[in-house]
C-alpha cells in the first residue's frame, strides 16, 4: 500500500513564476488565462495600461453590477487569451478576498487551463502583494488533483501561474507550503475507507515520515493495553482484527532529543457506522471523511517542515473504525482511560471523544507548551455555527479574543465556546468518574471539548478545534472543493503570526 502515497499523492502543483513592471504585449501572449484584479474604483489613467481596456470598459458599463467575473473576453492574439476582470475593495478581509479568489479561478479555469495569469492592478504594493498570494492560494488550491478512481483518465490540470505586473517578486514560499499541506489534508480526507483503511494510512504515515524525515512511532492494540488506553480500546474493539493504532511523528529541525514545543493531535477515526448505536444511511454516507482532524493535524506538520519551522513538534494520531459487532462497546460499558479515570459509556457515536482522550494525554505527558487537537466531533457544533466556521476550544479563556482574531485575519474563521468544570455537571455519573456525554444532547459541542479537557494537564495550554467546516458544499474561501482541509492556514496564522508558541504559556 505504500505506492499509495507515492503513485496518488505527489507534490506535483502548478510552476509558479514572477515578472515585474507593466506586462509586454509578449507576456500576455504565453498565458492561457488571464485573471485581472482591479479596485473597484478604476482610474482612466489605469485602462491604458491594460490590453483593449476601451472595450473593458465598454463591457463594464453594458454589464449590471455583481457576478464574477465581471466581464470577460478574448484576446487577439495566437492562444486567444482568455481575460477575465473581477473588482474588488482592497479593504476588503481575508475570507472575503479568498472567496472572490476561488470564484475567478473557478471561472478561469472552466476552460481547458494550462497557464493561469494573476495580474493586480491598481492598488498599492501592499494590497497588490496580498491579492496576488490569496489569488495563488486559490490556483494551488484548484489546481490539485483530489483522489479519482475513474476508468477514465481526469482532465488536464492547471500546468502554470503566471503573476505578472507586479512591483517587486514577493516570497510565496508560505502560501506553497499552506497550499501543499491544506491538499494533503484534503486528499487523505476525500480517499474512501477501503483505499484508507487503519494499515494503510498508518503505512502511508510510515512512508511519509521516511521522506520528510519525521520520527515514527506505531502504538498497536498491543501496546495500548499494557499502556491502559482503555478509551481508545473501547472504540477499536469492534474492528474484526487489531489494526488500530495511535501514531506519533516527530518533527526535529534541530535536537532530535527536544521536548515538543507543539503537539498536534488528530482524530482518524476511519469510518463511523455509529458503533452500536448504528447511523442512519444519510448520517452514515459520508463517514469516511471522519478521520479529517487527523489529515488536518498531519497537513499542518508538513507545512511547517516544508517551511522549515525552528521549533520541535509532535504530531499524535487516534487512527481506527467505530464497528458495530458482537465485540462492539455498548451504552453503559465502564471504560478505564490511560489517566486512571473511569467514563461511563452513553452513546457509542459519540466515540470521537473517547479515541482523543487517551491520545490527548499521551500527547500531554511529553509536557508540550501547546496542544492543538482537530476533529470532526460533533453535529451540535454545526448546528450552532454552520459549515461556514469550524468551533474552538481553550483551557485558557483569555485566548478567545486571539483564537477568533487568527480566524478573521487569515479567512479560516472560527467561533469560540465556553468550557469548564460547570459543564461537567451534565456529564456525572452514579457508576464512573464522569459520562462520556449528556443522553440529553444539548450543547454537546461544549460538553465533548468539556469532556476532552479532564484528559489534558490543567498546566499545558490546549485548542480544541471541532471542525464543522470540514465539508462544505461549493467550497469555502480559497478552496472549491466540498472537502476543505480547513485548519491548516488556521493553524500556521495561529503559530507564526500570533507567536501563539512565545505567547500560550
Not at 514577493?170 to 514560499?173: G, M
Not at 502560501?175 to 491544506?182: D, I, K, L, R
Not at 509532535?314 to 473504525?321: F, K
Not at 486512571?340 to 457509542?348: A, D, F, L, N, V
Given at each position: 500500500?505504500?505506492s499509495?502515497?507515492s503513485?496518488?499523492?505527489?507534490?506535483?502543483?502548478?510552476k509558479?513564476?514572477?515578472?515585474t513592471?507593466?506586462?509586454?504585449?509578449k507576456?500576455?501572449?504565453?498565458?492561457?488565462?488571464?485573471?485581472?484584479i482591479?479596485p473597484?474604483?478604476?482610474p482612466?489613467s489605469?485602462?491604458?495600461k491594460?490590453?483593449?481596456?476601451?472595450?473593458?470598459?465598454?463591457?463594464?458599463?453594458?454589464?449590471?453590477?455583481?457576478?464574477?467575473?465581471a466581464?470577460?473576453?478574448?484576446?487577439?492574439?495566437?492562444?486567444?487569451?482568455t481575460?477575465?476582470?473581477?473588482?474588488?475593495?482592497?479593504?476588503?478581509?481575508?475570507?472575503?478576498?479568498?472567496?472572490?479568489?476561488?470564484?475567478?479561478?473557478?471561472?478561469?479555469t472552466s476552460?481547458?487551463a494550462?497557464?493561469?495569469?494573476?495580474?493586480?492592478?491598481?492598488f498599492?504594493?501592499?494590497?497588490?502583494?496580498?491579492?496576488v498570494?490569496?489569488?495563488?492560494?486559490a490556483?494551488?488550491?484548484a489546481?490539485?488533483?483530489?483522489?479519482?478512481?475513474k476508468?477514465?483518465?481526469?482532465?488536464?490540470?492547471?500546468?502554470?501561474?503566471?503573476?505578472?505586473?507586479?512591483?517587486?517578486k514577493?516570497?510565496?514560499?508560505r502560501?506553497?507550503?499552506?497550499?501543499?499541506?491544506?491538499n494533503?489534508?484534503?486528499?487523505?480526507?476525500a480517499?474512501?475507507a477501503?483505499?484508507?483503511?487503519?494499515?494503510?494510512?498508518?503505512?502511508?504515515?510510515?512512508?511519509?515520515?521516511?521522506?520528510?524525515?519525521?520520527?515514527?512511532?506505531?502504538?498497536?492494540v498491543?501496546e495500548?493495553e499494557?499502556?491502559?488506553?482503555?478509551a481508545?480500546?473501547?472504540?477499536?474493539?469492534?474492528?474484526?482484527?487489531?489494526?488500530?493504532?495511535?501514531?506519533r511523528?516527530?518533527?526535529?529541525?534541530?535536537d532530535?532529543?527536544?521536548?515538543?514545543?507543539?503537539?498536534?493531535?488528530?482524530?482518524?477515526?476511519?469510518f463511523?457506522?455509529?458503533?452500536?448505536?448504528?447511523?442512519?444511511?444519510t448520517?452514515?454516507?459520508?463517514?469516511?471523511?471522519?478521520?479529517?482532524?487527523?489529515?488536518?493535524?498531519?497537513?499542518?506538520?508538513?507545512?511547517?517542515?516544508?517551511?522549515?519551522?525552528?521549533?520541535?513538534v509532535?504530531?499524535?494520531?487516534?487512527?481506527?473504525?467505530n464497528r458495530?459487532g458482537?465485540n462492539a462497546?455498548k451504552?453503559?460499558?465502564?471504560?478505564?482511560?490511560?489517566n486512571?479515570?473511569?467514563?461511563?459509556?452513553?452513546?457509542?457515536d459519540a466515540?470521537?471523544?473517547?479515541?482523543?482522550?487517551?491520545?490527548?494525554?499521551?500527547?500531554?505527558?511529553?509536557?508540550?507548551?501547546?496542544?492543538?487537537d482537530?476533529?470532526?466531533?460533533?453535529?451540535?457544533c454545526m448546528n450552532a455555527?454552520?459549515?461556514?466556521?469550524s468551533g474552538?476550544?481553550?483551557n485558557?479563556p483569555?485566548?478567545?479574543?486571539?483564537?477568533?482574531?487568527?480566524?478573521?485575519?487569515?479567512?479560516?474563521?472560527?467561533?469560540?465556546?465556553?468550557?469548564?468544570?460547570?459543564?461537567?455537571?451534565?456529564?456525572?455519573?452514579?457508576t464512573?468518574?464522569l459520562?462520556q456525554?449528556?443522553?440529553?444532547g444539548?450543547?454537546?459541542?461544549?460538553l465533548?471539548?468539556?469532556f476532552?479537557?479532564?484528559?489534558?494537564?490543567?498546566?499545558?495550554?490546549?485548542?480544541?478545534m471541532d471542525l464543522?467546516a470540514?465539508?462544505?458544499?461549493?467550497?469555502?474561501?480559497?478552496?472549491?472543493?466540498?472537502i476543505?482541509?480547513?485548519?491548516?492556514?488556521?493553524?500556521?496564522?495561529?503559530?507564526i503570526?500570533?507567536?501563539?508558541?512565545?505567547d500560550?504559556a
Open positions: 500500500m505504500g499509495l502515497l503513485d496518488k499523492y505527489k507534490n506535483n502543483g502548478p509558479i513564476t514572477q515578472s513592471g507593466t506586462p509586454d504585449g507576456t500576455i501572449a504565453g498565458i492561457d488565462q488571464l485573471l485581472l482591479l473597484k474604483k478604476v482612466a489605469l485602462w491604458r491594460v490590453p483593449q481596456g476601451s472595450k473593458l470598459q465598454s463591457l463594464l458599463r453594458r454589464k449590471g453590477t455583481g457576478g464574477l467575473p466581464v470577460s473576453t478574448h484576446l487577439q492574439n495566437k492562444r486567444q487569451t481575460m477575465s476582470v473581477g473588482k474588488i475593495d482592497p479593504q476588503s478581509d481575508a475570507f472575503e478576498t479568498l472567496t472572490f479568489a476561488r470564484k475567478m479561478v473557478a471561472a478561469a476552460e481547458k494550462g497557464t493561469l495569469g494573476i495580474w493586480a492592478l491598481g498599492n504594493e501592499e494590497e497588490q502583494n496580498t491579492l498570494a490569496r489569488v495563488t492560494a490556483a494551488l488550491a489546481a490539485f488533483a483530489m483522489p479519482e478512481f476508468s477514465k483518465s481526469p482532465r488536464a490540470r492547471l500546468k502554470s501561474i503566471k503573476i505578472i505586473g507586479l512591483k517587486d514577493i516570497d510565496l514560499s502560501v506553497s507550503a499552506e497550499a501543499e499541506g491544506n494533503l489534508a484534503r486528499w487523505l480526507t480517499l474512501p477501503n483505499k484508507l483503511d487503519a494499515v494503510s494510512y498508518v503505512q502511508l504515515l510510515k512512508e511519509m515520515s521516511a521522506q520528510q524525515g519525521w520520527q515514527f512511532k506505531k502504538y498497536g498491543r495500548l499494557k499502556m491502559g488506553a482503555g481508545f480500546l473501547a472504540v477499536a474493539q469492534g474492528n474484526d482484527n487489531d489494526s488500530a493504532a495511535i501514531v511523528l516527530r518533527y526535529r529541525p534541530e532530535k532529543t527536544a521536548k515538543p514545543a507543539l503537539s498536534l493531535v488528530g482524530k482518524g477515526i476511519i463511523d457506522t455509529g458503533g452500536t448505536n448504528l447511523k442512519p444511511f448520517s452514515m454516507l459520508d463517514m469516511h471523511i471522519d478521520m479529517g482532524g487527523s489529515a488536518v493535524a498531519v497537513g499542518s506538520l508538513l507545512t511547517i517542515s516544508r517551511l522549515g519551522l525552528p521549533v520541535a509532535d504530531c499524535w494520531l487516534a487512527i481506527t473504525e458495530t458482537p462497546y451504552s453503559q460499558d465502564v471504560l478505564t482511560a490511560r486512571g479515570k473511569t467514563i461511563q459509556s452513553i452513546h457509542t466515540e470521537g471523544r473517547l479515541a482523543l482522550a487517551d491520545t490527548l494525554t499521551l500527547a500531554g505527558e511529553d509536557k508540550p507548551d501547546l496542544i492543538i482537530y476533529a470532526t466531533l460533533t453535529g451540535a455555527v454552520t459549515t461556514r466556521y474552538v476550544f481553550t485558557r483569555d485566548l478567545h479574543p486571539i483564537l477568533k482574531r487568527s480566524g478573521q485575519e487569515c479567512g479560516e474563521r472560527v467561533w469560540p465556546f465556553p468550557i469548564g468544570k460547570e459543564f461537567l455537571e451534565d456529564l456525572k455519573s452514579d464512573a468518574d459520562q456525554c449528556s443522553a440529553n444539548g450543547g454537546d459541542h461544549i465533548a471539548a468539556s476532552l479537557q479532564e484528559f489534558v494537564d490543567d498546566k499545558i495550554p490546549w485548542v480544541h464543522s470540514c465539508s462544505r458544499k461549493g467550497g469555502l474561501a480559497h478552496v472549491p472543493t466540498e476543505t482541509g480547513f485548519g491548516v492556514r488556521y493553524t500556521m496564522h495561529l503559530i503570526d500570533k507567536n501563539m508558541l512565545g500560550a
